[in-house]
């Protein structure tokens, strides 16, 4: 139950024809109850359902707070319709709904983001063996290179397609049999085609575990292939020229301030992009650098 300022929802009932401040309670518990069903029938191990208890109450302060704003902000705005044509402030009603407006939006943002930061808590608490599961039984996130257990999220993935796939081809010979309708074509070949971008993904994956986590020094900084962060990385000694900077920018490195290098991510391309840069790049002109590991020179 969500308990709104009563005395807000009075003033802002008072001065509307239709109860407006009832109407805002009435919102407010009806989006604290879509919150609670939403989760209410997920399937959570322990860990999740202790975080989305904790999540409930902090719902509840933030839709609290945030419809008593509302409340507010419509108790100072009465519309022509109550308090008659005459004299009505027109210009001052009209920024008190503009404020509303914004109250509105405000509120909805913040309720996006609680969601989405309650689906991350939730994802994050789940153990490597229910991941697997799930993948194996059709789960479909989108699995991100970075992720430690991508290989095996890959590998779950591509199991449930395979079945998946095959369950296809049983239908079809059986229908043959009988007489009946096959599937469509596209249902074997769009299945055909989701099999192998999964299986070219692992296979990336294999290629960046072959890798070397270390770094190439040339005249003016470093190269580094960074696997921890999962990125290539180039230092300068001093602030590269504007056409080495735009040279940079067209293969999609970035400035990181944190790292304070230029950065992309870490795939076999990237590697390629930027041994190929070092003869590209005029004022650089590099021909070796060294493994500083190894203490031996290694062409570009």
Avoid at 282 to 297: A, W
Wanted: hydrophobic residues 30%; proline residues 3%; positive net charge.
């Amino acid at each position: 139950m969500i308990e709104l300022d009563k005395e807000l929802i009075r003033r802002c009932d008072n001065q509307s024809m239709y109860n407006r401040g009832s109407h805002i309670q009435e919102d407010a518990e009806r989006e604290y109850q879509r919150f609670v069903e939403s989760y209410g029938i997920r399937e959570l191990n322990n860990r999740q359902l202790d975080i989305v208890n904790k999540r409930k109450i902090q719902f509840k302060d933030l839709i609290t707070d945030s419809f008593n704003e509302l409340l507010g902000v419509n108790a100072n705005f009465v519309p022509v319709n109550v308090a008659g044509p005459a004299k009505y402030p027109v210009e001052k009603m009209n920024k008190v709904q503009d404020k509303i407006d914004n109250t509105l939006f405000s509120i909805e943002d913040k309720i996006k983001k609680f969601y989405k930061n309650t689906n991350d808590m939730l994802k994050n608490a789940y153990t490597k063996e229910e991941f697997i599961s799930m993948y194996k039984n059709g789960y479909n996130e989108p699995i991100n290179s970075d992720d430690p257990i991508a290989k095996e999220k890959l590998q779950a993935k591509l199991e449930y397609l395979e079945r998946n796939h095959q369950s296809y081809k049983d239908y079809n010979k059986k229908a043959r049999a009988n007489g009946e309708q096959p599937l469509a074509p596209y249902v074997l070949q769009n299945s055909n085609q989701n099999i192998k971008s999964v299986k070219d993904r692992l296979a990336l994956l294999e290629k960046m575990d072959n890798i070397k986590d270390v770094g190439y020094y040339f005249n003016e900084g470093e190269v580094r292939f960074d696997k921890v962060d999962n990125r290539v990385k180039i230092f300068f000694d001093t602030k590269p020229n504007e056409d080495i900077r735009n040279e940079l920018k067209s293969h999609a490195f970035k400035w990181s301030p944190t790292n304070m290098c230029w950065q992309r991510k870490l795939t076999p391309d990237a590697i390629y992009m930027t041994k190929r840069m070092f003869k590209d790049i005029g004022s650089l002109e590099i021909k070796k650098v060294y493994d500083c590991t190894e203490d031996k020179t290694i062409t570009m």
